[in-house]
């Protein structure tokens, strides 16, 4: 059995304890996945771990925690060559900015990951940081940009199948 059977079910179990609201149980799966896969050439997964832990710690408002995390899983993803699981951590580096209250820096961080997405063709990724941003134009008062960036995702079920 390979170190990746049972990192990869300690990261599915951690990402359903927290999309549950049980981020004890997630941080306890992600760090045991960390533990597995550290040092090992599975560089996605381990990305994947640590961006999952920062998304702990950044529900938690352990902010500190949540940018050495987010961080080490951009390092993983850029090693890995995985330009979506780049993508998908810049997202929730924008979003760890706006919930420490700058979303000056916020804004290009959220602008790059949309585009990411765009040239991906990662639909539901790219929906979402098209919100996201709308949300930090509105922060900034930037009401024209605002407007046109929900034009570029609106109606939402045009752009995207998840009804969430």
Known sequence: MSG??????????????????????????YAEAIA????STERSPLGLAYLGRGLVALVRTQYEA??????????EMQAAGDALGVAQVDLNLGL???ARYHPAAA???LQGAEERFERLA???ERVYALASLAGVQGDLL???QTLATTERFWPPDTFSG???
């Open 4 to 29: 990746r059977q049972p990192s990869n079910g300690r990261i599915t179990f951690a990402a359903v304890n927290i999309r549950t609201g049980r981020a004890d149980a997630a941080a306890t799966a």
């Open 36 to 39: 597995l896969l550290e040092g």
């Open 66 to 75: 949540a940018a050495v995390d987010l961080g080490r899983a951009r390092v």
């Open 96 to 98: 760890l900015e706006v």
């Open 107 to 109: 804004l290009p961080m």
């Open 122 to 124: 990662a639909r539901e």
């Open 142 to 144: 930037e009401h024209a």
């Open 162 to 164: 998840n009804e969430r």
